[in-house]
């Protein structure tokens, strides 16, 4: 009887550890991806004329935000080249936009 009482624990135990990693969630991640370089160093070399980097990282915003901040950017005297506008737009969207694309 002791040792079906400390089987049925263990499973107990087992169950609801499985359940809480299952339901645990990852962290997002504004990390760039390797193949991401070239445009965060376009990003850094644009942006921090102006501002320091944490300006963008510890601020994400919607995916559809940055154009009109990058607009606003422009407006205020940032230089950004045609060419160059939608590689930071698109990676400012992958890396520190807090949902998905539209």
């Not at 969630?25 to 070239?38: I, R, V």
């Not at 320091?52 to 915003?61: E, G």
């Not at 154009?67 to 230089?79: F, H, Q, S, Y």
């Amino acid at each position: 009887m002791n040792s079906r009482i400390a089987l049925l624990g263990a499973a107990a135990i087992l169950a609801m550890s499985l359940a809480m990693a299952g339901s645990a969630q990852p962290a997002a991640s504004t990390a760039p991806a390797p193949d991401d370089a070239p445009a965060k160093a376009l990003m850094t070399e644009t942006c921090t004329h102006c501002h320091d980097l944490d300006v963008i990282t510890s601020q994400p915003r919607k995916h559809a935000e940055w154009p009109g901040i990058l607009d606003r950017m422009k407006a205020n005297g940032a230089i950004i080249p045609d060419e160059d506008y939608k590689v930071l737009l698109d990676y400012l969207g992958r890396a520190y936009s807090t949902d998905k694309p539209q």
